[in-house]
């Protein structure tokens, strides 16, 4: 059981490439998050999934792209890297709600970007 | 919109004194309020957590309670010592749908 994984762990890439985060968990969880942290900023919520199929936006959606294709996968695309885009970005699993209330979230161990 | 204000920023404490760190939250309809500790380069990873229909919780040196009223939780640390120190976040629910909100952080540094 190796709970949320993400890759890669370090990337560096220039102003106006794409590329894709990938997360991945084996806990059958059905919600699934992207975040970015920022010194000061804590975590910020980019977008989110709630199912296979279904996604949604969060605080800082723009610039991001996510899809949902199967309940393990959630991967998060940039479209044309920018340099406010450079953060360390953590994908998140959680159980859906149970009775009385909503569920701890398992982290990746994160991925630090650098634009340059 | 919903958010989340964390104090302090950041907190230092000598190695055996309490450390007590606050939180308020603007969404009435908030119901889960986890707290998180990430110490330096790794994830954040859950210490304690309450819901709405709780007052209190503790768990050996960690206590969290929560004012529903007055809308604020706060996280208590008893006893601390130094691999008490990382950051702390707090968070809350956000009525209605499947987000969490967290706070900005709180440095805490157990000075030994």
């Known amino acids: 059981n190796a709970g949320v994984t993400q890759t890669p762990k370090f990337q560096v890439l220039k102003t106006g490439q794409s590329m894709t985060l990938q997360c991945a968990q084996d806990?059958?969880?059905?919600?699934m998050s992207w975040y970015r942290q920022d010194p000061g900023m804590g975590l910020r919520l980019i977008h989110y999934?709630?199912?296979?199929?279904?996604?949604d936006q969060g605080e800082v959606p723009n610039g991001y792209n996510v899809s949902r294709s199967t309940t393990e996968d959630f991967p998060l695309r940039l479209l044309s890297a920018a340099p406010s885009q450079t953060s360390v970005y953590f994908c998140?699993?959680?159980?859906?709600?149970?009775?009385?209330?909503?569920?701890?979230?398992?982290f990746g161990q994160g991925t630090r970007l650098t634009v340059v | 919109g919903e958010n989340v204000e964390q104090h302090p920023s950041t907190l230092s404490v000598q190695e055996g004194d309490s450390a007590v760190i606050k939180c308020t939250y603007s969404?009435?309809?908030?119901?889960?309020f986890p707290w998180y500790k990430q110490e330096l380069g790794k994830r954040p990873q859950l210490i304690i957590d309450?819901?709405?229909?709780?007052g209190e919780k503790k768990d050996q040196r960690i206590a969290v309670t929560l004012n529903k009223t007055a809308k604020h939780f706060s996280l208590h640390i008893t006893e601390t010592q130094p691999e008490d120190s990382a950051v702390y976040f707090c968070?809350?629910?956000?009525?209605?749908?499947?987000?969490?909100?967290f706070g900005t952080g709180t440095r805490l540094k157990v000075l030994a």
């Open positions: 998140a699993s959680r159980d859906g709600d149970v009775p009385f209330g909503n569920t701890e979230a398992f």
């Open positions: 968070a809350a629910s956000i009525g209605g749908t499947y987000k969490y909100i």
């Open positions: 806990m059958n969880h059905e919600y």
């Open positions: 969404d009435s309809a908030s119901n889960y």
């Open positions: 999934s709630v199912g296979a199929g279904i996604t």
């Open positions: 309450i819901r709405s229909n709780v």
